[in-house]
């Protein structure tokens, strides 16, 4: 079920609006990027669509009952968990069995260029690695909605280039993907662009 919104806009007390006017309509399996400059009121758009926040004008519209998933910037797993694990998880929440759940994984893992750190624990993975692991968990969640705030912030070039290149793993799969960022190389990665300089 898509996600929509009209008219919005927001701004803090005594500030400026950061946009106005924004109109959106979400639609399962495309990869949206949300571009602006550091400060433009990219985590505040995500704030709102997670309905997190109450935008100052505007309305927005989810699914009923959809999940809302969260990637942040600073990749946080379990130290001693290994990466399977990870991933593993979420399909056992739903109750898949461990077996079947870590079939459904490993395939994930593949997808994000980590099986051959399946079996590595999480504190023994690159900042990169952690990072695409919390994508591939994320997705295994299977969130009507996933939102992702600048997933390569804290990322040098390389590293950077393996999390873009894994974004596309997100895409075309049943979930809504929204992904702050004013990294270029992340926006490429996405099927779709949001600039919010288009909204003032
Ligand atoms: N809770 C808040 N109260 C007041 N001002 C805020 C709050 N959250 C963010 N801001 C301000 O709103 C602006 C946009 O912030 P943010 O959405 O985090 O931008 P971005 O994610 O694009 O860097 C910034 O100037 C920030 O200081
Ligand atoms: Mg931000």
Redesign the pocket.
Known sequence: MPVTASGLGHQ??E?PF?FRGLDLDLAEGRTYAVI????????????ILAGW?TPTEGTVERPAGGDVGWVFQNPHGVYQRTALDHVSLPFIARGIRRGDAEQHALVLLEDFGLAHRAHAVFSKLSGGEAQRLLLARAVAAEPALLLV??PTAQLDAATSMSVNASLGAMAGRGTIVVV?T?DPDTRDACTDHIS?ADYQ
């Open positions: 803090f007390p500030q950061l602006g400059p550091s400060g433009s009121g990219k985590s505040t758009l995500l704030g926040i705030d600048e702050a004013h919010l």
